[in-house]
C-alpha cells in the first residue's frame, strides 16, 4: 500500500505545473501540493477507482492534490462518521473542505447527519463543508427523503445568517439557496422567494476573476431550461 502511496506521489508531483499551483495560491491554496490539473488526475482514478484504503492513505499525506484524488477515488459508502471528521477537520483550505469533504459526506450513508453537525461548527471551513453538503444532499436525495420543515427552517437560517457569516460560508450558504431552488421542489419557490430578497452576496475570491452566482437568475434559468427537481447521481467530478 505504502508503494502505491509513493508512486501515486511521485506521479502527482511530476504532472504539477507552477502555472496551475499559482491558479491555486490565488484560489486560497494551502501548501503542500503540486498543482496538478484535475483531468490530469483521470489516469490515476481510472487505475485506482474505488480502491478505498489507498484513497484513504492519500488523504493523510495532507497533499492538496492527493487530498482531492482521494476524494474522487474514495467508495464513500463505505466512509464512517469518523474518518468524515477526520477529514473536515484535515481540510487545509475550501477546495477540499467544500468539494472532496462534501461531496464524499453527502454520498455517503450519513449525509444529513454529518452536515447537521458541521453546520453549527465555529470553524469556516467545517461549517462550509456543511452547507456544502447540504446543498449536495439536495441534487442527490429524492424529494421523500428530504425533511420539507427542516429545509425550510435552513432556508430561514440562511437568510437571517448570511450578512454576518463567515467568508467562505457565505460562498455556500448562496450555493445552498441556489442547491434548494434547482433541486427541491417541495421549497423551490420559497428558495426563490429568499434568493430574491438575499441578493447579491458579496464574496472575497482572492486574487481570481470567479464571480459569486445571483441565486434568483440561476434559479430562473433552471426552471426556464425545465430542469427543477431533477436529481443527479453523484455530485463527485
Not at 431550461?225 to 447521481?233: C, M, Q
Request: glycine letters at 8%.
Amino acid at each position: 500500500m505504502m508503494n502505491q502511496v509513493k508512486d501515486i506521489m511521485n506521479r502527482l508531483a511530476e504532472l504539477g505545473s507552477e502555472q496551475t499551483l499559482k491558479t491555486f495560491r490565488n484560489h486560497g491554496g494551502v501548501e503542500p501540493m503540486y498543482g496538478v490539473k484535475i483531468g490530469d488526475m483521470k489516469p490515476i482514478l481510472k487505475k485506482h477507482k474505488n480502491n478505498h484504503q489507498l484513497a484513504l492513505e492519500l488523504y493523510k499525506t495532507g497533499n492538496s492534490d492527493a487530498m482531492y484524488l482521494a476524494g474522487l477515488m474514495s467508495n464513500p459508502s463505505l466512509l464512517t462518521p469518523e474518518v468524515l471528521d477526520e477529514w473536515v477537520e484535515r481540510a487545509p483550505w475550501h477546495m477540499i473542505s467544500e468539494y472532496t469533504v462534501a461531496w464524499n459526506a453527502a454520498e455517503s450513508p450519513y449525509g444529513f447527519e454529518m452536515a447537521r453537525k458541521w453546520i453549527e461548527s465555529d470553524k469556516e471551513l467545517i461549517a462550509g463543508a456543511g452547507w456544502s453538503a447540504l446543498g449536495c444532499l439536495m441534487a442527490l436525495t429524492p424529494d421523500e427523503g428530504i425533511d420539507k420543515e427542516e429545509v425550510d427552517q435552513l432556508l430561514n437560517r440562511v437568510e437571517n445568517q448570511i450578512p454576518d457569516a463567515p467568508n467562505r460560508v457565505r460562498y455556500v450558504m448562496n450555493g445552498f439557496i441556489i442547491a434548494v431552488g434547482s433541486y427541491y421542489k417541495p421549497s423551490a419557490e420559497k428558495a426563490l422567494e429568499i434568493a430574491n430578497r438575499v441578493g447579491k452576496v458579496s464574496v472575497n475570491v482572492g486574487n481570481t476573476a470567479c464571480k459569486v452566482p445571483y441565486a434568483p437568475d440561476y434559479i430562473r434559468k433552471v426552471w426556464d431550461t425545465g430542469k427543477l427537481g431533477a436529481k443527479r447521481k453523484e455530485v463527485r467530478c
